[in-house]
C-alpha cells in the first residue's frame, strides 16, 4: 500500500503493474466493494455536493443563454469565437488520453492500461459531453443545430459538406458513439459481477439488466475478445482523426495564427498532453481515497508522467515552430500575430501558457524523484491543464483580435457568464464522474484477474 | 429431439489449467455440445471446446464498407444530382473534400456493426439461461472455472458422463436443470 518506498527511485521500473498477493477473488471483491458493500463517504458527498452545485450554474447560464442570447458572453465582431470554442477544444482534447489508453495502449499490448482504462475512458465520455455542449449553445439559435444533419428538407438544401465545421459535427458525434460503444462493451462482464456479488434486489435486477445475461461463456469470450480488439484498432485512427478535424476548424481560415499545416499534429499532441492530465488529477486522488494503490501503482503514475513529457515536448515543438515560420514565412501578418501575441495586451496570457506547459512541466518531469512523487505529479497536471486552456485561449482570441485591418482591431473581456459555462461544465464532468464511480466499477475487474493470470504465468 | 428434464451437467474446476485439461479430454472422449464458463477470457479454451471461427471480423468489414460507400454516396449525391451550385467553376464532385465524413462514417457503421453483431452472435440479452441455475454458478464471474456438457449432445447419458467429468478431477460436478 502506501508504504515509503514510493518516493525513492528504486522503485517504478521495477514496481509491479500489481502488487503482490492478489487473487482473482481479492481483485473481484476489492473492486465490486466501493460500489456495493461499502458506504457511502463523507469525501464523496462533499465533492458530489460542490460539482452538483456547479452543474446547477451550468444550468442557470444555458438558460440565460436561451432566454437573452448569446450577447450575454463577451465575443464581439472580430472575436466571435470566445469561450465557448476554447472550452469546446480543451475537453475534446481531454477525453482523447482516454481513448488511447484504451485504445492504443491496448494494440501495443501494455499491460499496465488494464487498471486505468475504465475510468478513463469514463472521462473521455463525459469529456465529450462537455464538448458537445459548446459548440450547439454557440450556435445563438441551438434549437436549429438539426440543420447541420443531412436530411431530405423540402427546400432540398443540404449542410456544406466541404466545411470543416459540418465535419466536425460528424467527428464529434462519431466519436461520442464510438466512445460510449467501447466503455458499455468493456463493462458487460464486470456488471455480470456485480449482478451475481449484489445482494440489494434493486442492483441485482439493474445490473442484471445491463449485463444482458452474460455468463463468461468461452464461445462467447472468443468474439468479445474480437469485437474488442475490433473497436481498439477502429478508435485509434479515429481519435487522430477528431483532433485533426478540431484543428481543421482554425486552419482552413485565413487568419493568421490559425492557417497553418502543423495545426494537425500539434492540436493532436496537445489533446493527448492535457488528457494525460486530466487522468493523472482524477487517479492520484482516486487511489489515494478508495485505497487502490495495489491496483493502480507509482509504475502507472511514472508511465504516464513520462507520456505528459514526451507529448509536452511535442507541443513544445508546435511552439517553436510556429514562431519560426510566422518570421521565415516573411509574411507581415503572420510575423505581426506572433508578435502581438508576446509581446501585445494578451502578452500576459501567452507567458502565463508558457510557463504552465514548457517550463513547469519540462523542468519537472525529467526527474524520476518527481514523476513518482503523486503530489508533485497532482500538481503539475492541474498546471499542465491551465496551461492547454490558456493555449486555446490564445488561438482563439489573439489571433482573432487583430488580423488584417488595424480599423477592424477589438479587445476580448470574458463576462461573469463565460466564467460560468467554464466552471459549471466542470461541474457537469464531475457530477457525471462521480455518479460513476459510485455506480460502476472504476478499474476493470475481468482485465485484472486477467492480468493476475498473465502474471502468474509468466512468473513460472 | 427427446426432452431431457437435465440441461447438462457443470462440473467446476479451481484453475484455468485444470479446466483447459478438461475441456480438451471431454472434446476428444467426443463430446461435442459443451462450453466453459470463465471469469475472464483464457487462451485457447474456444478451441479445446471446438469453436474455431468467429465471424465478427466479417460483420465488422461489412459495416465498415456499408458507411465507407454509403458516406460518400451521401455527400456526392446532393452535390451532383440533388442540388449542384456552381461555384467558381468547381468540379461538383469534390471528392478530396468528401473524405472526412467518409471516414467518419466508415468508423462508425463499422463500430456499431462489430458490437451488435458480436452481441447477436452471443445470443445477448439473454434474459433465461439454465446455466444460472447450477449452484456456485456465481462464482464463475469471480474466481471458479467450470465446464458444461449439455444433456442434448448426443453421447449424453447422466450416468456415464457424470462419472467421466468425475474423473477429470474437479472440485465438483452437479445437474444444470432445464
Redesign the interface.
Known amino acids: 500500500m502506501g508504504d515509503g518506498l514510493e518516493n525513492t527511485p528504486a522503485a517504478g521500473a521495477g514496481t509491479p503493474v500489481l502488487a503482490p498477493g492478489h487473487t482473482y477473488a481479492t481483485i473481484t471483491d476489492k473492486i465490486s466493494s466501493i460500489v456495493l458493500t461499502q458506504k457511502t463517504r463523507w469525501g464523496w458527498w462533499f465533492g458530489f455536493a460542490i460539482s452538483f452545485a456547479l452543474f446547477m450554474i451550468l444550468n442557470l447560464t444555458i438558460g440565460v443563454l436561451l432566454i437573452i442570447g448569446v450577447g450575454v458572453w463577451g465575443i464581439n465582431i472580430p472575436i466571435a469565437w470566445g469561450f465557448a470554442i476554447v472550452n469546446f477544444v480543451w475537453w475534446i482534447g481531454i477525453g482523447h488520453a482516454g481513448t488511447l489508453i484504451s485504445a492504443f495502449l491496448l494494440l501495443m499490448r501494455q499491460e499496465w492500461r488494464q487498471s486505468i482504462n475504465r475510468f478513463a475512458e469514463a472521462m473521455t465520455l463525459f469529456a465529450v459531453a462537455c464538448a458537445g455542449l459548446f459548440p450547439l449553445l454557440h450556435l445563438g439559435r441551438p434549437w436549429l443545430f438539426f440543420w447541420l444533419i443531412p436530411y431530405p428538407d423540402t427546400m432540398g438544401t443540404w449542410p456544406q459538406f466541404r466545411s470543416p465545421l459540418v465535419w466536425d459535427v460528424f467527428a464529434v458525434s462519431t466519436y461520442a458513439t464510438i466512445s460510449l460503444l467501447f466503455w458499455f462493451v468493456g463493462l458487460i462482464p464486470d456488471l455480470a459481477t456485480l449482478r451475481d456479488r449484489a445482494k440489494a434486489r434493486l442492483s441485482r435486477i439493474v445490473y442484471g439488466v445491463l449485463a444482458m445475461g452474460w455468463r463468461g461463456s468461452a464461445m462467447h469470450w472468443e468474439r468479445y475478445e474480437m469485437a474488442y480488439l475490433l473497436l481498439a484498432g477502429l478508435a485509434t485512427p479515429l481519435v487522430v482523426s477528431v483532433h485533426t478535424v478540431v484543428s481543421f476548424d482554425f486552419t482552413v481560415g485565413i487568419v493568421p495564427g490559425w492557417h497553418s499545416t502543423i495545426f494537425p499534429p500539434y492540436f493532436v499532441a496537445g489533446a493527448i498532453y492535457s488528457g494525460f492530465a486530466m487522468v493523472l488529477t482524477l487517479a492520484i486522488p482516486l487511489r489515494k481515497f478508495y485505497g487502490l494503490e495495489d491496483f493502480v501503482t507509482i509504475r502507472h503514475l511514472d508511465n504516464m508522467a513520462k507520456i505528459l513529457l514526451a507529448t509536452g515536448l511535442i507541443v513544445a515543438y508546435g511552439y517553436m515552430m510556429e514562431t519560426f515560420m510566422a518570421f521565415y514565412s516573411g509574411n507581415t501578418y503572420d510575423r505581426y500575430m506572433i508578435m502581438n501575441r508576446m509581446t501585445g495586451p494578451y502578452a500576459k496570457v501567452y507567458w502565463i501558457l508558457i510557463c504552465c506547459n514548457i517550463v513547469v512541466p519540462m523542468s519537472t518531469l525529467w526527474f524520476a524523484k518527481i514523476r513518482r512523487n503523486p503530489a508533485a505529479l497532482f500538481a503539475i497536471s492541474l498546471v499542465v491543464q491551465a496551461g492547454m486552456w490558456l493555449e486555446r485561449f490564445v488561438i482563439v482570441v489573439t489571433s482573432l483580435h487583430r488580423d488584417f485591418m488595424p480599423s477592424a482591431w477589438r479587445m476580448y473581456y470574458p463576462t461573469i457568464w463565460d466564467y460560468a459555462a467554464l466552471f459549471g461544465s466542470i461541474g457537469l464532468f464531475l457530477t457525471l464522474f462521480l455518479l460513476f464511480i459510485r455506480y460502476l466499477p472504476m478499474i476493470s475487474i475481468f482485465e485484472m484477474r486477467g492480468l493476475a493470470h498473465h502474471l502468474e504465468e509468466k512468473k513460472g | 429431439m427427446k426432452r431431457h428434464p437435465l440441461y447438462g451437467l457443470m462440473a467446476e474446476f479451481n484453475t ?1 489449467d485444470d479446466l483447459l485439461k478438461a ?1 480438451e479430454r471431454t472434446y476428444a472422449e467426443g463430446y461435442r455440445r459443451m ?8 487462451e485457447g ?2 478451441e ?2 471446438g ?1 474455431h471461427k ?1 465471424r ?2 466479417l460483420i ?1 468489414l461489412i459495416g465498415g464498407l456499408t458507411g465507407c460507400s454509403g458516406g460518400f454516396f ?2 456526392w449525391w ?2 451532383v444530382i ?2 449542384p451550385l456552381n461555384i467558381g467553376g468547381k468540379p461538383f464532385n ?1 471528392w478530396p ?2 473524405i ?2 467518409t ?3 466508415t ?2 457503421c ?3 456493426f ?2 451488435l ?3 447477436a ?2 445470443g ?6 439454465p ?2 441455475n447450477a449452484p456456485r ?7 471458479k472455472f467450470f465446464l458444461c456438457i449439455m444433456a442434448r449432445d448426443s453421447k449424453f447419458d447422466a450416468q456415464k458422463t457424470r462419472e467421466f467429468l468425475q474423473s477429470l478431477n474437479p472440485r465438483e460436478v452437479s445437474d444444470v436443470e432445464a
Do not use: K, W
Request: net charge negative.
Open positions: 484455468t475441456a462450453d466453459a464458463f470463465t471469469p475472464f477470457p483464457v479454451l474456444a479445446a471446446i469453436f468467429t465478427v471480423p465488422c451521401l455527400q446532393p452535390n440533388g442540388y469534390s473534400a468528401f472526412p465524413i471516414f467518419e462514417l468508423i462508425l463499422a463500430g456499431i462489430t458490437v453483431g458480436m452481441l452472435l452471443n445477448l440479452p439473454t434474459p433465461y439461461h446455466v444460472f454458478f456465481e462464482l464463475a464471474t469471480r474466481n
